[in-house]
Each structure stands twice: as structure tokens, then as C-alpha cells.
């Protein structure tokens, strides 16, 4: 029997029930909404290289693997499971994260047919020696693509200056040498841990009637049979407190140099909805500081030193946390100097209470104009779902924090010795 999980502030109303199997499903649904949305997520990403299935022998497997597998899913059998996908007319499309793997429709008719076919294709793995081998050379290509990018060279190469073991450092598709160690059986092994229904989401948004979407998941998870299985752990060795380097250069054909730097925080100790508030109060202290209206924003742009491309986000997880800052820019050095004098001196005099407000109202009519989109709110919720919070919590957090916390996390976070640069000059 499914919960129903009522959210008045919001005038939402979410269904839930955990099957048998351990799959959680999740139902949302949005009155007079033509399109409609879902999501087959896996708590698997690609940081989850080395772990342990309770009363097993722990297993390390090669890195990119996880985004590997994500490709290999739509193989089966029978032909490309896009078409099928199509065919229904549905748009399908997957991801892979640090710390999920995530298979996704959106449609406007034949939602029951979607559904299932989503289901079916996610639990039905096809590996052979064969397909294997040949995804090596389409992922080594897509490899050697990135490293021509200088946008993803200068992002994880950012990542990589912080990082000494901790495996966010790695590019999610891994690298050439790495996946070529690849086998079905790993990808086996792999899936078998990580696509068990205990550790995966099954989350609709839309125009649906939930008590049939739920009958129909219900039904389609019945006639399947998974053995049971304990608990995983994952197996991180001992990361560093300090950045592994202060700078990282990199040569690329770029008519601008980029530059981007960050700052890497000790592994947060808080969980659910202690790291969803860390999580809120630190954007909320970015955007107040370094968003487009902020007074450091401003100055830097005057002074020709950022452009539009300038911006920031942050990352937080279980094992990791860090923030990424910057964009194109004529002189990486002086960007670097100045952005440090100007938050320095908001550090020493705290953010004013005006423009504290002001960012909170715009990040709440951000989030309330995100729950009229089923794509967003479906990426938002599994989000935070796996790292046990609520997306429907997100409103009355902001609305409960306050300046005094702001100032501190803004204190807190900027810890110059912790800072880490990354960046992409013209190789001549």
C-alpha cells in the first residue's frame, strides 16, 4: 500500500511504496500536465570503484566503468532500445554521475508501454565479449574528445589539483588504459551489486493517475525474481585534508585563457537534511557574493577580468565536498588577486542583510518555478533522495536560514590554504 506524503505549503502530493523486491517508487502527479516524466535511477556512480557486498569479498573494478555500463544498457538483443523507445513516442536518454547512473523518458502518450519498456530494458542486461569489445573504441574515442575540450580539461582538471585518492578525481568515463580492462564479467559484477531493486529509485512526474502507475510497477516488478542481498559498502581509502596541488596548467588552442579554482572542505560529517542544508546555504552564500548582481561580479566585469561565462557551483556528497569558481578571463593572475581582495573584504565585513534577502526570495522563486518541470523536478528529486533528503524540503530550509549562518559558511568555505586553480592557456 503506497504512502501518501502530502506537501500543503507546496500544494503538492507525493505517492510512495517500497516494493518487495526493495525498489522504491515514487509517484508524483501534476494535474493538467501533457508531458510526463520518468526516471530509473542506480545509487551507483562513477566513484563506486572499490566496494563490498555484505558476506562477500570486497571488489575493485576499473575506473569508468559505471558510465560503460550506462552505454552497454541500451544494447539488447532484439536491436537499439531507442528505437523501441520511439516507436512509443518517448524521448529516452541517459547519465551517469559521481554517485548515481540515471535512465530517463518523457512523453506525452503511451505512458503505461514507456514505463514498462523502461523497466524491462534497465533489469535485462545484455553483455557479450563481442559488444564489449566494440563500446572500448567508441568510448576511448568519446575519451579523446573530452581531453581536446577545454572546458572538461579545465573542470577536472580543477578536480584533480584537489584530489589526491579520493576517485572524483577521475574523469566519470574513466580513461583509455582503464577501460580497456573492462570485461562482460566486471560489467556483470557490477550490475548483479548495483542495479539490485534495494538500491535503485523508480520516480514518475506528470500527467498520470498514480494509483494505476503504481499497479503497473507493482505488476510488471511481481513477475520478476531477484535474489536477496545485504548491504553494499563502499571503500574509500583516506583522502588528504589539503589539496593535492595549488596549480594546474594545461596547453590547449583557446583564444582565452579559462581559469577556474575551488576550494576542497573536509568529507561533511552531516547527513539527510543536514547535508541538504549545507548544500542550500552554501549556493545561497554563492550567488549572494558571485552572482551577476553581486558588487564582486560587477567590479571583476568592469575591470575586464570575467565575462559571461563566469560562474560557480558546488559539490557535495557522503565523501566529498568542494566548490568551482571562474571562466574565461584575459590574466588568470590578476583574476586571482582581485577576486581574493574583494571576498576578503566581504569576509571581514559580513554580507549585508538586504542583499541576504534579496538572493533568498530569487532562489525560492527559482525553486517554485522548478516544480512546473517534470524534467528538473525528476533530476532534482533522486538527487536528493539518495543522499536521504527531501526535495520538498527545499522551501522551508531556505526560508530558515539566516544571515548569522551565511556569514559564517562564507568564513568557513573560503579557507585560502585549501584553494586549488586550474588553468587552460593558449599552447601558443
Not at 518487495?20 to 566513484?47: C, E, M, R, W
Not at 541538504?276 to 568592469?302: C, N, P, V, W
Request: aromatic share 12%; net charge negative; proline share 5%.
Amino acid at each position: 500500500m503506497a504512502d501518501k506524503l502530502v506537501y500543503e505549503q507546496l500544494g503538492e502530493t507525493l505517492y510512495h511504496e517500497r516494493l518487495p523486491n526493495g525498489l522504491d517508487v515514487y509517484v508524483l502527479p501534476k494535474t493538467g500536465f501533457q508531458k510526463t516524466y520518468a526516471t530509473f535511477s542506480t545509487k551507483y556512480g562513477s566513484i563506486d570503484n572499490h566496494f563490498q557486498v555484505e558476506g562477500q569479498a570486497d571488489v575493485r573494478v576499473p575506473d569508468g566503468i559505471a558510465h560503460f555500463l550506462e552505454h552497454k544498457m541500451f544494447e539488447e538483443p532484439t536491436g537499439d532500445i531507442f528505437a523501441t523507445f520511439a516507436s512509443n513516442g518517448a524521448s529516452a536518454n541517459a547519465y551517469t554521475g559521481f554517485d548515481r547512473t540515471t535512465y530517463l523518458f518523457s512523453a506525452t502518450e503511451r505512458i503505461d508501454e514507456n514505463i514498462a519498456t523502461l523497466l524491462d530494458f534497465v533489469q535485462n542486461p545484455y553483455f557479450t565479449d563481442e559488444n564489449v569489445e566494440k563500446e572500448k573504441g567508441i568510448i576511448g574515442q568519446e575519451i579523446d574528445m573530452y581531453r581536446d575540450n577545454p572546458d572538461w580539461r579545465s573542470y577536472f582538471g580543477l578536480i584533480e589539483a584537489m584530489y589526491a585518492v579520493h576517485p572524483v578525481h577521475i574523469d566519470i568515463a574513466g580513461t583509455v588504459p582503464s577501460i580497456t580492462e573492462i570485461t562482460k564479467e566486471t560489467l556483470y559484477t557490477c550490475y548483479r551489486t548495483f542495479y539490485h531493486p534495494s538500491n535503485m529509485s523508480f520516480f514518475v512526474v506528470g500527467g498520470v493517475d498514480p494509483e494505476r502507475t503504481l499497479a503497473l510497477i507493482r505488476d510488471n516488478q511481481a513477475s520478476k525474481t531477484f535474489a536477496p542481498q545485504g548491504e553494499i559498502r563502499r571503500l574509500f581509502a583516506p583522502e588528504p585534508e589539503q589539496v593535492k596541488d595549488s596549480r594546474k596548467l594545461i596547453d590547449l588552442p583557446v583564444a582565452l585563457p579559462k581559469c577556474l579554482f575551488g576550494f576542497k572542505e573536509l568529507p561533511p560529517q552531516a547527513r539527510g537534511a543536514a547535508l541538504m542544508r549545507q548544500e542550500l546555504l552554501t549556493k545561497l552564500m554563492f550567488d549572494t557574493l558571485l552572482g551577476a548582481s553581486s558588487t564582486i561580479y560587477q567590479t571583476l566585469y568592469e575591470e575586464r577580468l570575467i565575462s559571461d561565462s563566469f560562474g560557480h557551483e558546488y559539490n557535495i556528497s557522503e565523501g566529498y565536498a568542494f566548490s568551482i569558481i571562474g571562466g574565461d578571463t584575459r590574466d588568470p593572475d590578476r583574476l586571482l588577486a582581485r577576486i581574493r581582495e574583494l571576498i576578503a573584504a566581504v569576509c571581514d565585513a559580513g554580507i549585508a542583510e538586504v542583499d541576504f534577502e534579496r538572493i533568498r526570495k530569487k532562489r525560492i522563486g527559482g525553486y517554485m518555478r522548478m516544480l512546473n518541470s517534470p524534467e528538473a523536478i525528476a533530476g532534482e528529486f533522486t538527487k536528493y533522495k539518495f543522499k536521504d533528503g527531501d526535495l520538498f524540503d527545499v522551501l522551508p530550509t531556505y526560508q530558515s536560514l539566516t544571515l548569522e549562518e551565511l556569514n559564517e559558511r562564507m568564513r568557513a568555505h573560503f579557507d585560502w590554504e585549501r584553494m586549488a586553480v586550474s588553468v587552460v592557456r593558449a599552447n601558443g
